[in-house]
């Protein structure tokens, strides 16, 4: 252990998740010398976003890595169907995308990581520290210089022009630099599961009616997320018996794949909705779930996270390739950003109720519903708002002496 060990980068980006490495392989593609702290060995976990949309294909497309991303193992969905107390419809049409990519590709988070890392560690200014944590940031004069990191070979310091903070929604930097984020409403919690299947075996992406199951087809097994109310789960018998009862009357097909569920199957997901008011200060940025954790809601927190990567390397790239940022240049990201976050986390809010479902509901179909299925050019609309997203963000990486937009050829600068 070499305690008095100092790196420096042009930027340090702490967290390697989809927007720390996104971030990372960007900004090192622009030229910028960028080190990525991962707190992990791997990438791998479960139940995590695996929802890869229209607009993030067509960013892998311009990054030159769309045919090395569809060559993993993955599902596509081409439009969403809900069956709503026993009736079957379409809820959201990607066919007329203004995208390359018409569909949402559901893979395991760990292979789309691996991926960005895989292209991170072809570009010289990329380098990503696995088992490292990045502790609290280095502050100087009231401005951020960097961070202190643990490493298997003990703590050590970072120098840099920027500290960016991707660690998620219980960000450790976020918090030792004293930016508390403010708490929106959530009223829902999710179970995620895993249901065996038959690879021929069909079910809408969405079930309704008193409650909501969504259950995405990952080939041979289900996928399965089941709503209930915020800390109604208890983890024991009684909420188990209880929630079989509740997936089975809304499913009944899955009546006995879901009873034969053991509490460890289970992975409760507390969702939380927050975002923080100021994304940056000097010296130091949040992203992704750091500035704004997302409900699982529409699926969009990887989407969105991967979105901020995107724009802030747009913004910043060229700058860090030279100098700091002022905080002023730092803010034009959450300027950027905050509008598509704002609007996503109220439609998030808004959909908690009907999502949780209530027994006593009326039989009718809910009024929006209704207006989709009467006037089917209105699932384009929904599937333009999922599948492109409120403001997709394009790559535009400039090498040294560039200085207008355009997109870069893939590879080493
Ligand atoms: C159970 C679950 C299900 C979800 N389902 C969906 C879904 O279906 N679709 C969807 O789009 N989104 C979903 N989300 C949300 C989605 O996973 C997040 O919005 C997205 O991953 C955010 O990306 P991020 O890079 O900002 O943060 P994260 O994915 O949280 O990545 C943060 C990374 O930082 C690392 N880290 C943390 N602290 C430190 C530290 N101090 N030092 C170094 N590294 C650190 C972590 O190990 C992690 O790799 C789900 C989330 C959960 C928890």
Redesign the pocket.
Known sequence: MNENRTETADCVV?????????LGLLLARSGVDTLV????AD?L?????????PSTQDALADLGLIDEFLALPHTEMSHVTLRYRGRDMVLADFSRLPTARKTIAFMP?WDF?DLLARAGEREPGFRLLRR????EPIVEDGRVVGVR?EGPEGAFDVRSRLVVA????????RAAAGMVPRKIASAMD?L?FRLPKDPAERQPFVHAGDGTL?V?DRGDFFQV?YVIPAGSWEGDAESLAAMRTRVSSLVPELNDRVHALELDDI?L?TVRLERLRRWQRDGLLA?????H??S?A?????????Q??IATANILGPILRNRRPTERELRRVQRRRALPTVIIQRVQRVLQDPLLGSAAASPKLPLPIRALQRIPFLRHVTGRVVGRGIRAERVRIRTAGETSAGLAAPGPQ
Request: net charge negative; charged share 20%.
């Open positions: 702490v967290g390697g998740g989809p927007a720390g490495l996104m702290l991962e707190k992990h990438f976990r479960d139940f995590r976003g695996d929802t890869i949309h988070q990581l490292t944590r990045g502790a990191a991707a660690d998620g929604r219980d960000s450790d930097v999710v995620w969504i995405i997320a992975k997901l992203v992704g779930d750091a500035a954790a997302m699982p529409g699926g969009v927190g990887i989407n969105l996270a991967l901020d990567a």
